[in-house]
């Protein structure tokens, strides 16, 4: 890969207000990933590819990352920068809504990670089990959302957001199938191994 284009990309994106990953909650996940190695990676929420960029380095050999996104121009961008990381060969971009793309899908991840619409976060864990393999990894971005998640907030427009992060950790964390870990890292981030 082209780490000088990701240096700019990443740039770009935070210049743009992009919400990428953030630098801690990078570092863990690659952490996590430097053991996995995993061959099928499936994120949801591409937005211009900074995350698979990064991740891509952390494959297995032939490893792909199937990533999908909504917005038609953050998929335009992501392909091109994707191109321009010289990373085409290893990332697959699905253009969609994920609630829509999901249960059309049937393959085994090795790793998925959430990192799309809060709301929907219990509905793409229901998919995300469905397609994850044996000693498979979920891992999931903003899960505290800037501490409202652990906070007594419940008003404002983002309540719907809360609520529903707050009962996909708690079907994690209730999921006797799953090891689960809540970092307070970045803006919240959970892993669950398969036990
Ligand atoms: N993973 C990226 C950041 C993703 S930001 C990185 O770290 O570089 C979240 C993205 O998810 C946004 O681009 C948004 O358009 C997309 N998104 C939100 N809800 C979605 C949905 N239901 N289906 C597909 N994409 C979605
Ligand atoms: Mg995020």
């Known amino acids: ?3 000088e284009e990701l240096a700019k990309i990443k740039e770009k994106a935070l210049e743009d207000h992009i919400p990428i990953i953030m630098d801690d909650t990078l570092e863990v996940i690659e952490k996590e990933l430097r053991d ?3 061959n099928k990676f499936l994120e949801i929420g591409t937005a211009v590819g900074y995350s698979a960029i990064c991740f ?5 050999e032939d490893g792909r990352i199937d990533t999908i996104e909504r917005e038609a121009d953050r998929v335009i961008q992501a392909r091109q920068n994707i191109k321009k990381a010289e990373v085409e060969e290893k990332i697959n971009i699905i253009e969609g809504d994920a609630v829509e793309i999901l249960p059309t899908l049937n393959e085994t991840y090795d790793v998925v990670f959430i990192d799309a619409s809060k709301g929907k976060y219990p509905f793409f864990l229901k998919e995300a089990l469905r397609m994850l393999g044996p000693n498979g990894i979920i891992f999931a971005d903003n899960v505290l959302y800037k501490g ?3 906070s007594d907030y419940n008003k404002h427009k983002q ?12 079907e994690l964390q ?5 090891d689960t870990k809540i970092l307070e890292v970045g803006d919240g981030l959970a892993i669950a191994r398969k036990k």
């Not at 309540?159 to 708690?170: D, Q």
């Not at 209730?174 to 799953?178: I, K, S």
């Open 36 to 38: 996995v190695k995993p």
């Open 174 to 178: 209730e999921n006797e199938t799953l």
């Open 159 to 170: 309540r719907t957001a809360v609520r529903n992060l707050r009962e996909f950790l708690k």
């Open 1 to 3: 890969m082209n780490k």
């Open 56 to 60: 891509s380095e952390f494959l297995g």
């Open 148 to 150: 409202y998640v652990m």
